[in-house]
């Protein structure tokens, strides 16, 4: 089967993680700090602008803990988003409100949010779909505007860039997502970051326990190192250094991951682009540098895109569609009507997009398609 996602591990990191294995010292440490370090270096920010930590659904529930969101509420989100963050507004007792997408681009606009905006609105929470920035400008305006406080899922688009900024470093919040089936993995991680260093240094806090004091072996010895105090009843949610030592070698090859990704997504464009009854991604402008988490193609009917996907199963091809609908999930128990997402769902499908990928693979792909019809 040719997988949809795929990591690409090699001998550097298991030698890293052997290091790692030698220092005796497998819990958060050295290798964790030289992450966030390098991590900040490559987004464009400071390391006191962000934190790792265990996964990026947990970086979105401490956020809205942070932000100290609650009944009454209300968090807009696109329906397309993945469930964690949804997860994050209902634990808190908020109240998810679900905005619509471009049907081609399945990313919010700052349109589609303004729909949504209440008086009881507290923040935003969007995503890029597949990589690709949304349209910034004009949805940090929006936000700022209405004193709402905006959150970037930015896990699909690490290293994207909207006018060479990175994504996740332009609203006031932003979190990325390492786990096994993403651009860059670690096993399971996830980076925090913070336009406000006090936000930052707090939620960074929350994240340890809330301990305000280093551990024993950092606190100077004219103290009594056991003693210490918490500026809140954190969870614990930090990585280790066999997972940061991952991320380190993962992130040394990233931009080349990308890339390869990048050439895959211009095969398959120039494979599909003549067939008259699917449509592929749209060229989109130059101010935005996509990441290329994902590829999709859309169908002309709903019928279309499920037996194509039975299809290509059929031949040893998995595809798939991300993300299906929240205010579909019947659990959310929402009555929405938002007509573009409905189309995207129902006729969007994800082709395999990975590092791993070889152009033989992508020809057989595109070939499968083509004899679908
Ligand atoms: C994978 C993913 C997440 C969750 O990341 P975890 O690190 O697994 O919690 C969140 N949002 C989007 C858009 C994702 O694709």
């Known amino acids: ?89 209902l634990s808190r007792g908020a109240t998810p409100v679900f905005c619509d997408v471009d049907k081609r681009t399945l990313n919010a606009t700052s349109f589609d949010i303004s729909e949504k905006i209440t008086h009881k609105t507290k923040a935003v929470i969007i995503i890029h779909y597949g990589g690709l920035p949304c349209e910034m400008d004009t949805i940090v305006r929006l936000c700022r505007q209405n004193n709402i406080k905006l959150i970037e899922d930015n896990a699909c688009s690490p290293f994207s ?32 970051y913070c336009k406000n260093k006090d936000d930052m240094k707090a939620i960074k806090e929350r994240c340890y326990l ?22 809140y009843p954190g969870r614990r949610s930090i990585v280790n250094d066999i997972t940061s030592a991952i991320g380190l070698e993962q992130l040394r090859k990233v931009d080349t991951f990308i890339n390869k990704r990048k050439r895959v997504h211009e095969k398959y464009n120039r494979g599909l682009k003549n067939l008259n009854w699917l449509k592929t991604p749209d060229n989109f402008s130059a101010d935005l540098v996509s990441s290329y988490y994902m590829y999709w193609i859309q169908t002309e009917d709903e019928d279309t895109r499920n037996e194509l996907a039975k299809h290509m199963k059929e031949n040893g091809i998995y595809t798939t569609f991300r993300y299906y609908p929240l205010h579909w999930v019947e659990y959310y128990n929402d009555k929405s009507d938002l ?22 693979d992508v020809t057989k792909i595109i070939k499968t398609i083509k004899e679908f019809k």
């Open 161 to 192: 860039k909207y006018k060479e900024q990175n994504t996740g470093t332009i609203g006031d919040f932003g979190v990325w997502s390492f786990d096994a089936m993403k651009i860059l993995v670690a096993g399971d991680c996830g980076l925090i």
């Open 1 to 89: 089967m040719i997988n949809i996602f795929q990591p690409t591990l090699g001998k550097e990191e298991l030698k890293a993680i052997e290091e790692v294995f030698e220092s005796n010292w497998i819990g958060k440490g050295p290798k964790t700090e030289k992450f966030e370090k390098q991590l900040s270096e490559k987004i464009g920010c400071d390391v006191d602008n962000v934190t790792t930590t265990t996964c990026c659904t947990e970086g979105i529930f401490q956020i809205l803990d942070y932000l100290e969101i609650g009944e009454g509420d209300e968090i807009i989100l696109p329906s397309i988003s993945f469930i964690g963050a949804g997860n994050a507004i």
């Open 210 to 231: 809330g301990l305000t004091t280093g551990s024993g072996l950092s606190n100077s010895i004219d103290k009594k190192w056991w003693e210490f105090d918490i500026s």
């Open 339 to 360: 007509s573009n997402t409905e189309f995207a769902a129902k006729n969007t499908l994800c082709l395999p997009l990975h590092q791993s990928l070889s152009f033989n």
